[in-house]
């Protein structure tokens, strides 16, 4: 078999088999596939596209580059929840302990910050000694015990995906519904979870930019995941301007902290309570959407779920007075005011953006080098549908280098759209995938 051969036929809009994807995730994990050939055949994909039974191929093979993890020493329900990726996104730190309080085992592979989005490890790391670094025994002893822990992705967790995706994000070859479907899920299933389920992201901050492409992209991953055993459900989420108000990783951790004490922005809350929800079905523990959010509500006015975020972080090192206390995590140095120039209301804040001017801040990484300022970010002060006067606060701004501030000042402007007339305002939940089909909200 030669690449060549298989780049040529999806070229050509040919069918692959099994053999040949097999061939191509094997050689190019492996070192014998160059990257110059790998990113002609990721570009092939891009424009022809896979079809179901290669999605799966594909996916499988992506599993065999590495281990799989064995979950069975877990006693329970084992449920996994995984984001596309978004701005402000901070659900993992809120329904895992929320979903843990609730009996079920949440034993979860996180990831760090991506292009112009966040990433779990990232947020939790700005709480002083938390660490995703643990033994396996810890890992599994910590999920027995209080029902939580979060680690890192390991070097033998389906590493074809890691040098895939380097690639992709340098080929543009990132926004095609097989590849994504391949990298989340191959590491999904890898990871050993019963039943997952998915959040997956829609508009201008996310990699599906339209509700069309984001329900296939659901619809492909449930496909792959009941395929291989585990109920799967996608739920189709909002990312056309940053989730809740905070951006940044200690900001988030607080945004955080509030949401599990019921003190949260709206958005947020009622994002968590939905995934969590389905999180709570998927594991068979209620009947329905309405009882499970009942007892979801009961967990954070007992205070039940935040005393279990305080157990899992302790657990994995981290310093619990920061998180009693929220003035003692990590602050930026410098902050300022973003002040409209204009009065209206707020129809657009362009998540993109917004995601990028905290990158700049120092929330995220600009190479692969750079070290995060954990006190950085952005907290928005008016969102979609607000209305503003000249001269008030969009944003407040926060970093540790006060030459970047000038800079963020200006992408968050230009993220913003402000018009005389009421905005019409997107839905934030647009429907589920699953394998009784589609429901649209
Ligand atoms: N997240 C992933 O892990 N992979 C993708 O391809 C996109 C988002």
Not at 270 to 298: I, P, Q, Y
Request: proline share 2%.
């Amino acid at each position: 078999m030669r690449i060549n051969d298989i780049i040529l036929k999806k070229r050509n809009d040919g069918k692959l088999s099994k053999e040949e994807i097999d061939f191509a995730i094997a050689n190019f994990s492996n070192g014998t596939i160059p990257d110059y050939q790998f990113a002609a055949f990721l570009m092939a994909i891009y424009f022809q596209k896979l079809d179901k039974d290669e999605t799966i191929a594909l996916t499988r093979a992506m599993i065999n580059s590495g281990n799989v993890i064995d979950l069975s020493g877990i006693k329970g329900v084992k449920v996994d929840k995984h984001s596309t990726g978004g701005v402000g996104d901070k659900t993992s730190l809120i329904v895992g302990p929320l979903v843990a309080a609730a009996g079920i085992k949440i034993a979860k592979l996180s990831g760090r910050g991506l292009g112009h989005t966040g990433g779990t490890i990232d947020k939790l790391e700005s709480i002083s000694g938390f660490s995703v670094e643990m033994t396996e025994q810890q890992f599994f002893k910590n999920v027995n015990e209080i029902g939580i822990a979060i680690g890192g992705q390991t070097a033998e967790l389906v590493p074809a995906d890691k040098k895939i995706y380097a690639l992709r994000d340098v080929t543009c070859t990132v926004e095609n519904i097989s590849l994504i479907a391949g990298s989340i899920m191959s590491k999904k299933i890898a990871s050993g979870a019963d039943k997952i389920v998915l959040d997956v992201k829609v508009g201008d901050g996310a990699f599906m930019n339209t509700p069309k492409d984001a329900f296939e992209l659901g619809r492909v991953m449930v496909e792959i995941g009941e395929g291989m055993g585990r109920e799967t459900i996608a739920v189709i989420t909002d990312m056309n301007q940053p989730l809740g108000n905070a951006i940044g990783n200690s900001l988030e951790v607080i945004e955080s902290i509030e949401t599990l004490k019921g003190k949260g922005p709206k958005d947020l809350h009622d994002l968590c309570m939905e995934v969590s929800a389905h999180m709570l079905l998927v594991a068979g523990m209620f009947k329905n959407k309405t009882e499970a959010v009942a007892c979801l509500e009961k967990l954070i006015q007992s205070g039940e779920a935040f005393a279990k975020f305080k157990q899992f972080i302790q657990a994995q090192g981290g310093d619990v007075k920061q998180i009693e206390d929220t003035t003692k995590l990590p602050a930026a140095k410098h902050t300022m005011e973003v002040l409209s120039t204009q009065e209206g209301y707020i129809h657009n804040i362009g998540a993109r953006k917004i995601g990028l001017a905290s990158v700049v801040l120092g929330a995220g990484r600009e190479t692969k080098e750079s070290k995060i300022d954990f006190g950085a970010g952005i907290y928005l002060n008016k969102k979609v549908g607000d209305y503003i006067k000249k001269g008030e606060s969009l944003a407040k701004i926060y970093s540790s280098q006060s030459e970047k501030l000038k800079g963020a000042q200006e992408i968050i402007l230009s993220a913003y759209t402000i018009l005389p007339t009421q905005p019409k305002i997107n839905p934030l939940i647009y429907g589920t995938v699953s394998k009784a089909g589609v429901v649209t909200y």
